[in-house]
């Protein structure tokens, strides 16, 4: 594991190493060690820099900011075995990065695949769970055994490798060593065009495109000299465990969130599609939704002010 010293200066932001969920994890931190807590968790393939901007404004509003590297990516540890990466341990994660600063309660907030662990915290730790938000992914229930298609017997995969090919993404992410491969060759590439959210995006093919208007060319160069030194293993983990998170789940099939809960999805995100925010109908007790007019799927930096509003909003709004 990479020094934390190693991480570029943010004006505020503060850096450690932290023993949580069984492994090593690097957090950044920003605001007062006895502010209230909002933990932020990335997706993929992101890290710890993703909510750069919400570091510094919930850490200005007076909030402790804390953005963990998830399991596998950046300066946190990887753990060999894929099994380790599904949702039981990326849940985990988060209550254990609670438990190493010793707090009670967190609000959390969760974006692409780090929604996921967010809502399952809120639905299986309420008592550590203030409120909760997700950025671009809904609540996704678990499917009660038998319950079809996206059951322990069907398969999510296999649904999507039927209804989609096996050049989808998620179906060419399966094979351990292929995606790898394919992502590793030319990082900055695979970056560059993850960010353009194309589905070829893998395809080391054409011209590299445009850096994204919302990186910086020092913040993307951190990405890529993060993905470079790790790979990309550890976050093609999280896709493994699809059909295995159906199985460790079953005893939360039919879950709710009793918590306060935000979610707020761009307009122009093509999750939107398959995950739209009507999924958590029925849910989600206490839910406030925000569609941002014209924004696309990293969301928290496409529209910094708006989604820090929002955010701050919802914390105010919940008593936090």
């Known amino acids: 594991m990479p020094p934390v010293r190693e991480w570029p200066p943010l004006d505020g932001v503060r850096h450690e190493l932290l023993h949580a969920g069984g492994i090593d994890v690097h957090v ?5 060690a006895d502010g209230p807590p ?15 901007h919400q570091l510094r404004a919930l850490g200005e509003a007076g909030y402790l900011a804390i953005a963990p590297d998830l399991r596998g ?13 599904d949702m039981l341990h990326l849940e985990r994660d988060a209550v254990g990065v609670l438990d190493a600063l010793y707090l009670d309660r967190a609000v959390i907030v969760g974006h692409d695949w780090g929604a996921p662990p967010a809502w399952w915290a ?12 997700g950025l671009s992914v809904p609540f996704l229930p678990v499917a009660p055994t038998g319950a079809g298609a996206v059951s322990p017997e069907g398969g ?7 209804h989609l090919g096996e050049d989808f993404y998620i179906v060419h992410f399966q094979e351990p060593g292929v995606a790898e491969a394919m992502l ?15 589905r ?3 395809e080391q093919t054409g011209d590299v495109p445009p850096r994204p208007p919302f990186l910086t060319e020092p913040e993307l160069q951190v990405l890529v000299d993060a993905y470079m030194r790790t790979g990309f293993t550890g976050g093609l983990n999280w896709y493994r465990n699809l059909d295995r998170n159906q199985r460790v789940m079953q005893q939360w099939a039919g879950a709710r969130i009793t918590r306060p809960a935000l979610f707020v999805q761009g307009s122009r995100d093509p999750v939107r599609h398959v995950m739209p925010a009507a999924a958590m109908d029925g849910l989600v007790d206490d839910l406030r ?7 696309g799927h990293w969301i928290q930096q496409e529209r910094p002010d708006e989604v820090n509003a929002l955010l701050l909003s919802f914390l105010r709004r919940t008593g936090w």
């Not at 950044?28 to 007062?32: F, M, N, T, V, W």
């Not at 932020?40 to 993703?50: A, C, I, K, T, V």
Request: with cysteine; net charge negative.
């Open 28 to 32: 950044a931190l920003s605001g007062p």
């Open 38 to 52: 909002v933990l932020l968790l990335h997706g993929f393939p992101e890290l710890w820099l993703s909510w750069r």
């Open 73 to 85: 990516c950046g300066g946190t540890a990887a753990p060999e075995n894929p099994d380790s990466y």
């Open 122 to 133: 809120a639905a299986i730790h309420p008592h550590r769970v203030h409120a909760v938000a």
């Open 156 to 162: 999510v995969v296999s649904v999507m490798r039927e």
């Open 184 to 198: 590793s060759r030319d990082v900055r590439r695979t970056l560059t065009t993850t960010k353009q959210w194309s």
């Open 200 to 202: 070829d995006w893998g």
């Open 289 to 295: 939704t925000e569609i941002l007019d014209g924004a």
